[in-house]
């Protein structure tokens, strides 16, 4: 054996240990509940019924499925724009400052990494009714009457959009600023001394080569959106996704299909459903978004 | 010398070995709830005093992941002999192959009317055959707040004993602001709590109603009684008297600790939840009666008998004697002392029907109905939404009742159509 060979066979073997991992940890269930979605297993029962297309064609026809469907997409339709342009507009605000840079930086941050049970609940609190919901108090000292939030069927899915943002920024907010430094000084210097203004330097420097950056949080935070299931479980009456089942995102129906009525097939068509959608929508992403930027 | 040592060790083990193939072991699991934890353990020292040849093993689990842990166990063959599960779950664990129906020689009609009230029998029968059977019963009842009864010129000792007196009190007792913003409910609002329960087994009835077919197949309570004027009297509760609304300070639990509520409905696993909430007084009646009728909802958990436990016929015959153990009066008494858990043995209740605390919900067993839930997280949907429906949506009560039994009978029909 000769000592290329040798070295690749040392990759491999390394490399064998992660990729036993994945396919046992990552794989393994991922095919297990393709084959489940054909099924009518319902999680106690040792038997696991092979019916074919069945759970496919019923799920279309179940009103709540659809619901969900349509929320999830109006998660990542309202959320992820407005986390990529807030936390873009914060990250440009924040480059311009060199004091307290890292204190700001912190304090966008925290939301990211505090439990999400516990954002979820304190955002759940401040949406309350008055006397005792922060946000409707406030509206009460500037005149506006007070709004139901969570209780309203129209109003229930932006506030929880609006408290995913929130969570989300502190994230967005540090990738972008790491994007911004990787700008190289000299184009904003030499369009200066073209005389371009700010506005044009924004839209004809900057944004184009944060383009790699965008594209990425566009699709991690689809990704998020998609997959939002904490803050409806906790913000919404005994994790209902209601009222009316107006807040329910896919990955809630999935979880109560297999873990409150035991119907684990549905469960797992509803999760291949979602895999698809998700896959879908990063190559639509990826497709349109992605462009190559070069000075 | 040697040699007699290790013929004496052979002995000894050889010796133990005999004893332990002479006594049958059988697992009970139930979730994880410390005095539940605590009180079983006592019964068993108990029940393995009186059966020396019987070992039971105890393992408990957090309530959160109860059917996962319940469905693993099963192929990998560690699941139990003898099991506690929640009644509105036998359907499934009886369709699914995992629970066997009590022997009838040991527990006949005779003896499960006898022993246990008749609501009992009712939620742990399937196709005519008995599954499994309860320690304890829990039931419904009226907290109410005696400060705020006090505050707002009402007797502290005197809460309202029919429909009529507990909307004339809702209205006194709730507080608005300059707004009209509810700042003190005087009655909780909560489908999602208790609140469907109380619409489904207790209003229907007392408005001239029928919840379902005697068989649990067909939803009634929009053909019989009063129909929809159960969801137009509980929804004009929120929308007309303004006396509380779901999700008031988040839900009616917290209300009412809070002393934010005056009176609500609920269960009696809360007393202790209560008894811990330091200057809260508060009292227990039972529920108010409408035109005579009284009526009240039941649930229990029971423990019934798994596959598992009829391989062996000493298994069965064991855990056959351990649930009886279980349900007799010594044990109920045991567990209402550590649990506060209701007795489900009509006799013994009777014991406590003047406890101030444990009155209440005993004396609402006598008529209580224990729902047959096929699927009880989508029933208490169906009327979560129907509430809604006419609260949120300005849907008139005829129209959010109609669609509440259709969707229910779905959720039925699916299931029955699942076992046929």
């Known amino acids: ?295 | 010398m040697k040699r007699f040592f290790v013929l004496l060790v052979l002995l000894g083990v050889l010796l133990t070995s005999f004893t332990f193939a002479a006594k049958t072991k059988i697992t009970y699991w139930q979730y994880f709830y410390e005095t539940k934890k605590i009180t079983i353990d006592q019964l068993i020292k108990e029940f393995e005093k009186q059966n020396p040849d019987i070992e039971v093993e105890h393992v408990t689990f957090p309530y959160a992941n109860y059917n996962q842990k319940v469905a693993s166990s099963i192929p990998a063959g560690v699941g139990p002999d003898v099991i506690n599960l929640y009644y509105g779950w036998i359907p499934k664990y009886v369709t699914s192959g995992y629970l066997i129906p009590l022997p009838e020689e040991d527990f006949s009609k005779e003896y499960l009317q006898s022993q246990f009230f008749s609501f009992v029998s009712k939620g742990i029968e399937f196709n005519g055959k008995y599954y499994a059977l309860p320690i304890a019963v829990r039931s419904l009842a009226l907290f109410w707040n005696k400060k705020l009864f006090e505050q707002a010129g009402l007797d502290p000792e005197k809460p309202p004993t029919t429909l009529q007196e507990l909307v004339e009190y809702a209205k006194r007792l709730t507080v608005y602001d300059k707004k009209g913003n509810i700042v003190q409910e005087g009655l909780t609002m909560q489908p999602s709590g208790q609140g469907h329960h109380w619409i489904r087994e207790v209003l229907v009835r007392q408005f001239g109603g029928v919840p379902y077919t005697s068989d649990s197949r067909t939803v009634l309570y929009d053909k019989t009684g009063a129909g929809s004027d159960v969801l137009k009297f509980y929804t004009d509760l929120i929308t007309v008297d303004k006396v509380g609304y779901p999700g008031f300070m988040n839900d009616d639990v917290t209300a009412f600790k809070a002393q934010k509520a005056a009176m609500t409905i609920d269960g009696s696993f809360r007393i202790g939840t209560l008894n811990k909430i330091k200057g809260l007084e508060w009292g227990v009646a039972e529920l108010p009666s409408y035109m005579g009728v009284k009526s009240n909802f039941a649930s229990f958990w029971a423990n019934g008998i798994t596959t598992n436990a009829t391989q062996d016929p000493k298994k069965l015959e064991a855990a056959v004697k351990f649930i009886k153990f279980l349900s007799s009066p010594e044990s109920m008494k045991l567990w209402l002392k550590n649990v506060g858990e209701l007795p489900a043995n009509p006799e013994l209740a009777k014991e406590y029907y003047d406890d101030p605390v444990y009155g209440a919900f005993l004396r609402g067993l006598e008529y209580a109905h224990a729902t047959f839930f096929v699927d009880e997280s989508a029933q208490r949907q169906v009327m979560m939404d129907a509430v809604d429906k006419v609260v949120l949506k300005g849907i008139s009560p005829e129209v959010a009742w109609r669609e509440a039994a259709e969707e229910e009978q779905k959720v039925l029909d699916n299931f029955w159509s699942s076992i046929q």
């Open chain 1, 1 to 295: 054996m000769r000592l290329r060979q040798k070295k690749i066979l040392t990759a491999y073997v390394f490399l064998s240990v992660p990729l036993l991992f994945f396919i046992v940890v990552r794989f393994y269930p991922m095919v297990y509940s393709f084959w489940l979605s054909f099924t009518d297993w319902d999680l106690i029962s040792p038997k696991k019924n092979f019916i074919g297309l069945l759970n496919y064609i019923n799920i279309f026809k179940d009103e709540v499925f659809m619901k969900a469907i349509v929320n999830t997409l109006k998660y990542v339709v309202f959320g992820v724009p407005a986390v990529i342009i807030v936390s873009l507009y914060l990250s440009l605000v924040l480059n311009r400052i060199k004091k307290f840079q890292g204190f700001y930086r912190l304090l966008y941050v925290m939301p990211y990494i505090t439990p999400l049970v516990a954002v979820s609940w304190v955002w759940k609190w401040m949406y309350q009714q008055p006397p005792i919901g922060f946000i409707n108090n406030l509206l009460t000292i500037f005149g506006i009457d007070s709004q139901p939030f969570l209780m309203s069927t129209s109003q229930a899915l932006p506030s929880i959009v609006v408290t995913t943002v929130w969570v989300n920024l502190g994230y967005c907010v540090i990738i972008f600023l790491a994007g911004l430094q990787t700008i190289p000084q000299e184009y904003i210097e030499a369009a200066k001394i073209d005389g371009a203004n700010r506005r044009q330097i924004l839209w004809r420097i900057t944004i184009p080569l944060l383009n790699p950056i965008i594209v990425f949080l566009a699709i991690t935070q689809s990704i998020t959106f998609l997959r939002i299931f904490t803050q409806v479980y906790n913000m919404t009456d005994q994790g209902s996704g209601g009222p009316l089942n107006s807040t329910k995102p896919l990955v809630l129906y999935i979880y109560q299909k297999a873990f409150m009525s035991f119907d684990m097939g549905t469960a797992a068509t509803a999760t291949v459903i979602l895999f698809g959608i998700i896959m879908v929508i990063t190559l639509v992403q990826m497709l349109i978004l992605n462009k190559n930027i070069e000075y």
